[in-house]
């Protein structure tokens, strides 16, 4: 794994201009990136045709095309990276659940995306989603919590650290947003 320090001054160099710091960026964070990939896909069915290097593809892709970011640490663009990656599934499941119920032809690139996801597995994620938004109306900083630790798999440090937090504030939101969103959704919502 990269240093957190080599990671960072590409970012500012990104930042400031220099395109060509995401180019040294992504080999470093690659690898990590497809862990991220990984842990977001392994829920999915075994023959998903949204593969690890796909969503590592497409969450790039979008990250790269952000003229706007301004990113802090690799914490903060791995937070990024894994938001990226959860939008890209719930974009998918919606895309499954509309075809379901007899939506429109889908969207390319997307067009091959809407078998990936199981029905029921779309339904989770899209219900999960809908209460990490209710959550957020009255508890935002659990919500992004529960995004940052459930979906990106950061540690405690490192939300702490992207949130500008304790790590002992970031327990508590974490045990009590997650008891909130497991008396939403069954107790199975957000194993660790």
């Not at 702490?160 to 009590?176: I, K, M, N, Q």
């Amino acid at each position: 794994m990269p240093s957190d320090q080599d990671v960072t001054a590409l970012l500012a160099s990104l930042q400031a201009g220099d395109d060509s710091a995401m180019d040294q960026l992504a080999p470093l964070l690659y690898d990590e990136l497809r862990r991220l990939a990984h842990r977001k896909l392994r829920y999915e069915r075994a023959n998903h045709t949204l593969n690890t290097t796909a969503l590592v593809h497409e969450a790039y892709l979008s990250l790269v095309d952000q003229t706007q970011a301004a990113w802090q640490s690799r914490a903060h663009f791995m937070a990024a990276a894994a938001k990226t990656m959860r939008y890209i599934l719930l974009h998918y499941a919606e895309k499954r659940r509309a075809l379901k119920r007899g939506g429109g032809v889908p969207d390319l690139p997307l067009d091959e995306v809407h078998d990936a996801i199981t029905d029921e597995r779309a339904e989770e994620l899209l219900a999960l989603d809908e209460a990490l938004q209710r959550l957020a109306a009255f508890d935002p900083q659990g919500a992004t919590i529960i995004e940052y630790r459930f979906y990106s798999g950061l540690t405690q440090k490192e939300v702490a650290e992207v949130l500008g937090l304790s790590e002992r504030t970031v327990r508590r939101h974490w045990r009590r947003a997650k008891t909130w969103v497991k008396r939403e959704l069954g107790d199975a919502a957000l194993e660790d």
